[in-house]
């Protein structure tokens, strides 16, 4: 499926009718699924055109909120460790709606990260959060790895 992302190469391979693509955060091989096509992609995109360090990433990052375990897609940290960009991917037939962006702030309340990100592997949102000034803003583009921690 094409995605408005350049392609790949990705690891895929046929395991009885199911199909896997590896996943080199998890360095295991996972289920293909559109939605896990965009984050396959996406991580790809921010390591390769964008200069994040996949020791940073990771995916499927649990955490638990008011109680309830969760998962967000893809957690970046800066080098201290601590949670930076969140990222959330939908399918590409998914429209990116209010309850996308409900839901990362959901898990942000926990993690507190200074960017969120949403993609369906067509459309892409990037969203800096300042919390000195309780302010949020989108951005044009998704920046840069050093970009991110400099500012």
Request: charged share 25%; net charge neutral.
């Amino acid at each position: 499926m094409a995605l408005n992302l350049p392609d790949y190469p990705l690891n895929v391979k046929k395991n009885g009718n199911r199909l896997l693509v590896f996943d080199r955060l998890r360095k295991r091989f996972v289920a293909l699924t559109p939605e896990e096509w965009v984050r396959q992609h996406f991580v790809e995109y921010l390591i390769q055109e964008k200069q994040f360090p996949s020791a940073l990433m990771g995916n499927e990052v649990s955490l638990t909120q008011n109680g309830i375990k969760r998962r967000c897609d893809t957690l970046v940290a800066d080098r201290q460790g601590k949670p930076l960009v969140i990222v959330e991917y939908k399918a590409p037939e998914i429209e990116i709606t209010q309850q996308v962006f409900d839901q990362i702030v959901r898990y942000n309340m926990v993690l507190r990260a200074r960017y969120l990100m949403v993609s369906n592997g067509m459309t892409h949102y990037c969203c800096h959060i300042d919390y000195d000034n309780n302010t949020y803003a989108f951005l044009t583009d998704i920046p840069r790895y050093e970009d991110i921690v400099a500012g």
